[in-house]
């Protein structure tokens, strides 16, 4: 995926909390009274309320009791409280967060407190993110009353418990926003946990099906009948299957103190975990564990594709994650090793995130020639061809991607299998076309060249670049691209439902600036053989995909899997499709696909996207 700073991940206390109690009161939402309410009144579940807004939202609350569940001394710093006695509403939750910021904590685990301060609804990542919104008790004032308390019994989640439907859809008069409506906990998975927030929550032993990753969380479900696949994951099939059993797991602890477990998908977290159920930024409903229980290896070893048989052409896409000169040595002898033995050495090799030689510096070095050497050296010492490289240097920082890196499509090929058409001086801003050859075939204008550029579809995008190949004496035409990010998407879990998908609408114009080409090279001529790969990132049953294939002029190669082993990457513990190879029609049905998994189910990963080949017969 192009690149997004998580570096920091940093808590930010959004200003926009003001504009959610704002929209909660011109609704009826929200109480008008600006007294404080009172003490003998108020409990938990009050607090939290039958929706997703506190009808208490903006009042200071007096004495509120409950037992302390667990404290965060990082990040959000505060701790959990909760009612041990529930009220018989199942849509209201009997835990809530108190946010303590920078002042000292003075509680634990067990204490029986006091608490009084404001109600606040806090959105994690701001307004705009769309995500919803966390019922907190800020400013706080506690008293421990009592220690050393038996917490409240944990409500524990598993497969009969989470409803099969993910969230009802919101209601049109609130833009499409579920937090007015009335919790359905035995109805929808999103307002279960919704009606479980700030409470203590267990989950048994689960299968992970999101890898450890840096920020020390995993993903597990429990659901494992789920959309299963033979690897361990959990296969993202459409919009409309999210896989509600999915949810994400942190630690309380610290790791300076105690390191959180290194996991792979399919891997058991064994004895599950029990903690409150918090909401946070980057990933919605999370168990934040008081207790953990261990990862059992399930042995997931990454994949090795077979080599192409002597007229079997394979292509293959490999997004290399921002790779430059300034990386260890290792990443490269890793990429390099993965295409030697996973990938069977393919003929042709087209390349996503190559940065410039000099990295993220943004001194307006462009070239890439120093990274290329780097990897086609590494490649050669893991036992691999001597790769040939063909690229077009972009316009400095006109590509998006990380500021200075100046990402860029490669194709790497092996001049003992196929021979490369070059054609012309292809640049940053002059796009390629389409003639007839004088044998009557299509050809490229421009070869190696890029696609459209000026289309403002690739404005701070990475054009396509397309490349025209010999293998056993037929001429065969590969585009090599890198479609925008989901960047500005709302989260599965966002307030609004259906999520608004804001950057499909550059990515569906990009399909059809991509689609429009290979309708250019089909009218010249009807059974060309033409390859488009890359990172899409969009799925297999996306508009983009649907844009790409419009008018018969290509196929998504991925289909021809069985549903259960399409994907190329793993996100929220959804195991899903972003990079795809997709053929015209003169490439026939005869070819083999595969999608090589090497990286994104594991913690220890040289990429975060799974490479793809395909092999057939010109």
Known sequence: MPYISRATRPTVRSAAVSTVVATAL????????????????????????????????????TDVTGIVTGVRSYGSKGFWLQDPKADTDPATSEGVFVYTGSAALTVKAGDAVRVSGTVSEYVP???ASGNQSLTQLT??????????????????????????????????????????LRLEPRSYALDLYESLEGMNVRVGTSRVVGATDPYSELWITVKPHENPNRRGGTVYKSYDDQNTGRLQIQQLAPVSEQPFPKANVGDALSGGAEGPLDFNQFGGYTLVARTLGKVTDKGLVPEKTRRQAKDELAVATYNVENLDPGDPQTK??????????????????????????????????????????????????????????????????KDGGEPGGNIRQVFLFNPERVSFTDRGAGDATTGTGVVRSSGGRAALTLSPGRVDPANTAWADSRKPL????????????????????????????SRHQPPVRSSEAKRLRQAQSVNAFV?????????????????VNDFEFSATTTALEAGGALKSAVKSLPRSERYSYVYQGNSQVLD???T???VGSGFAYDSVHINAEFAEQNSDHDPQVLRFRP
């Open 26 to 61: 011109a609704a009826g939402l929200l109480a008008v009274s600006s007294s404080s309410a009172s003490a003998a009144a108020v409990r938990v579940h009050d607090i939290q309320g039958t929706t997703r807004l506190s009808p208490l939202a903006g009042q200071q609350v």
């Open 125 to 127: 990542g701001g307004e």
């Open 139 to 180: 400013k706080p004032t506690v008293t421990v009353e009592s220690s050393g308390n038996a917490l409240p019994a944990p409500v524990t989640v598993h497969a009969k418990s989470v409803p099969s439907a993910y969230a009802p859809d919101g209601d049109p008069a609130d833009g499409g926003s579920v937090n007015g």
């Open 332 to 397: 490269f002898d890793a990429l390099a090793g993965a295409v030697v033995s996973n990938l069977a050495s393919p003929d042709i090799l087209a390349l996503e995130e190559i940065q410039d030689d000099n990295g993220a510096k943004n001194d307006g070095t462009v070239s890439a020639e120093a990274t290329l050497k780097k990897f086609t050296d590494a490649i050669v010492a893991a036992g691999g061809p001597r790769y040939e490289w063909r690229s077009i240097d972009p316009e400095n920082n």
């Open 466 to 493: 397309a490349g025209e190949f010999g293998f056993r004496g037929r001429s065969v035409i590969v585009v090599a691209n890198h479609f925008g990010s989901k960047g500005g998407d709302e989260g599965l879990t």
């Open 519 to 535: 309708r250019d090279v089909r009218k010249v001529q009807k059974g060309a053989d033409v390859v488009v790969v890359g990172d």
């Open 580 to 582: 795809q190879i997709l």
């Open 584 to 586: 015209s029609p003169g």
